[in-house]
């Protein structure tokens, strides 16, 4: 008789038995946290004693914009006074009748949603892959949105669907996924770069059709919001999770202007000798499965995209969790080539490091160093951030690499598509 340790690896070993095994362990840990707020204090993630409190940011706005007061500079009906920082697209809440009343129900219906949507489109299917993939989704910057109820929750949501929604055999799902993305793109500016997954449309006349229309919708969705954009792009104080090719400069000394510039020089040099050594392809890999592809691109874009805008909180690597799924398959591709493979696993516990780097520290100052000076706090920070710093602009190169490998893949098609068919011989 087998003993029933043997019968369950057996079940979780499927792709089934993966994916229920993923849901649960995603439900027990997030459960865990909820229920202990002497970890989230450990893990540097008590963000004043508050459940939801970004959700209530937004909801406190709509407040503020039906009763008539100007919450731009600072809201006396927030908690925290916090001015309202997106877009005015937010204030279609109003109609709805949703006040700061309704904040744990918003809260936790945009936190329901994100599970959902993270289970629908990060789907292990081994083992392997299901602890791998609840490492990254109880990771402290997930927590961090969870615990605040970020509206990158809803962001998250948007682009997910609109990712599951593109099929490369339905001649018009872009359609869709371009409203989902232009919706994204009005409420909070960033997710325009979700456009670039119509890259990887296929053949070349719908691949041009999707990326002239999307570039049509979303400039008129810019420039609708472009008034309300500044009200997002304010000063984040020196400290830890935090995510931005400028807090590197900004530690050595230097936060004039070109970083964003300079920034993206690097990555695009990087991107150009790793697709001219052939190291990060892939995504161009008509052949291969288009779901994880397309997630992967819509999740590297986006982190990028933010990375070079400037400095962001922590929680914007709910992103990342979008790498997994096609990460994983490359790694066990037996079929490419054994330095794609390599490649694709380095990445993959590159990523898993990154985001739980600022949660290790934090564990370790709390647990076995105790209370410090202020100046001291600022002192081991900075030189954390330092050491640690220069692994995500690795990660952000592979990165940068692949969306190359994927823009080259649709400039290939739309140049085969036009070029002459040869003439028969006389």
Same mark, same amino acid.
């Given at each position: 008789?087998?003993?029933?340790?043997?019968? #369950?690896? *057996?079940?979780?070993?499927?792709?089934? /038995? @993966?994916?229920?095994?993923?849901? %649960? !362990? =995603?439900?027990?840990? &997030?459960?865990?946290?909820?229920?202990?707020?002497?970890?989230?204090?450990?893990?540097?993630?008590?963000?004043?004693?508050?459940?939801?409190?970004?959700?209530?940011?937004?909801?406190?706005?709509?407040?503020?914009?039906?009763?008539?007061?100007?919450?731009?500079?600072?809201?006396?009906?927030?908690?925290?006074?916090?001015?309202?920082?997106?877009?005015?697209?937010?204030?279609?809440?109003?109609?709805?009748? #949703?006040? *700061?009343?309704?904040?744990?129900?918003? /809260? @936790?219906?945009?936190?329901?949603? %994100? !599970? =959902?949507?993270?289970? &629908?489109?990060?789907?292990?299917?081994?083992?392997?892959?299901?602890?791998?993939?609840?490492?990254?989704?109880?990771?402290?910057?997930?927590?961090?949105?969870?615990?605040?109820?970020?509206?990158?929750?809803?962001?998250?949501?948007?682009?997910?669907?609109?990712?599951?929604?593109?099929?490369?055999?339905?001649?018009?799902?872009?359609?869709?996924?371009?409203?989902?993305?232009?919706?994204?793109?009005?409420?909070?500016?960033?997710?325009?770069?979700?456009?670039?997954?119509?890259?990887?449309?296929?053949?070349?006349?719908?691949?041009?059709?999707?990326?002239?229309?999307?570039?049509?919708?979303?400039?008129?969705?810019?420039?609708?919001?472009?008034?309300?954009?500044?009200?997002?792009?304010?000063?984040?104080?020196?400290?830890?999770?935090?995510?931005?090719?400028?807090?590197?400069?900004?530690?050595?000394?230097?936060?004039?202007?070109?970083?964003?510039?300079?920034?993206?020089?690097?990555?695009?040099?990087?991107?150009?000798?790793?697709?001219?050594?052939?190291?990060?392809?892939?995504?161009?890999?008509?052949?291969?499965?288009?779901?994880?592809?397309?997630?992967?691109?819509?999740?590297?874009?986006?982190?990028?995209?933010?990375?070079?805008?400037?400095?962001?909180?922590?929680?914007?690597?709910?992103?990342?969790?979008?790498?997994?799924?096609?990460?994983?398959?490359?790694?066990?591709?037996?079929?490419?080539?054994?330095?794609?493979?390599?490649?694709?696993?380095?990445?993959?516990?590159?990523?898993?490091?990154?985001?739980?780097?600022?949660?290790?520290?934090?564990?370790?100052?709390?647990?076995?160093?105790?209370?410090?000076?202020?100046?001291?706090?600022?002192?081991?920070?900075?030189?954390?951030?330092?050491?640690?710093?220069?692994?995500?602009?690795?990660?952000?190169?592979?990165?940068?690499?692949?969306?190359?490998?994927?823009?080259?893949?649709?400039?290939?098609?739309?140049?085969?598509?036009?070029?002459?068919?040869?003439?028969?011989?006389?």
């Amino acid at each position: 008789m087998r003993p029933p340790s043997s019968s #369950l690896a *057996r079940i979780f070993a499927t792709p089934r /038995g @993966a994916r229920l095994l993923f849901i %649960f !362990l =995603t439900l027990a840990g &997030l459960l865990v946290f909820a229920a202990s707020p002497l970890l989230k204090r450990r893990l540097g993630l008590n963000h004043f004693d508050l459940w939801f409190a970004d959700s209530y940011a937004v909801l406190a706005a709509v407040d503020a914009h039906r009763a008539g007061i100007d919450a731009i500079k600072s809201n006396p009906l927030d908690i925290l006074h916090r001015p309202h920082s997106y877009t005015d697209w937010w204030y279609a809440l109003a109609p709805i009748g #949703l006040t *700061r009343n309704d904040n744990f129900l918003v /809260g @936790a219906a945009w936190v329901i949603a %994100f !599970l =959902t949507v993270t289970w &629908l489109t990060v789907r292990p299917t081994t083992l392997r892959g299901a602890l791998y993939c609840t490492l990254l989704v109880l990771s402290p910057p997930v927590l961090l949105a969870v615990n605040r109820a970020n509206n990158d929750l809803v962001i998250f949501i948007l682009l997910g669907l609109a990712a599951l929604m593109l099929r490369p055999r339905h001649a018009w799902s872009w359609l869709p996924a371009l409203a989902l993305i232009a919706l994204a793109t009005g409420l909070k500016f960033y997710p325009v770069v979700g456009a670039t997954i119509f890259l990887l449309v296929r053949p070349a006349r719908r691949l041009l059709t999707a990326v002239v229309v999307s570039g049509l919708v979303l400039t008129l969705v810019f420039l609708d919001i472009l008034p309300d954009i500044g009200r997002g792009q304010f000063p984040l104080p020196p400290g830890l999770y935090s995510l931005g090719a400028a807090q590197l400069f900004r530690d050595l000394g230097y936060s004039g202007r070109g970083v964003a510039v300079f920034s993206l020089l690097i990555l695009a040099v990087a991107a150009f000798g790793l697709v001219r050594a052939r190291l990060t392809t892939g995504l161009a890999d008509d052949s291969s499965a288009f779901t994880p592809r397309a997630l992967f691109l819509l999740g590297a874009t986006t982190l990028t995209g933010c990375f070079l805008a400037g400095v962001s909180f922590g929680y914007r690597w709910i992103f990342a969790l979008w790498l997994a799924p096609w990460l994983l398959e490359a790694s066990r591709d037996l079929s490419s080539a054994r330095s794609r493979r390599a490649l694709a696993t380095a990445t993959g516990w590159l990523l898993v490091t990154i985001v739980w780097l600022d949660g290790a520290y934090c564990l370790y100052t709390n647990l076995l160093v105790g209370p410090m000076p202020a100046t001291q706090i600022q002192s081991w920070q900075l030189t954390w951030r330092l050491l640690t710093q220069p692994l995500s602009w690795i990660l952000f190169a592979l990165l940068s690499g692949w969306i190359a490998d994927a823009l080259l893949g649709a400039l290939r098609s739309l140049r085969t598509s036009v070029a002459p068919a040869p003439s028969l011989p006389a």
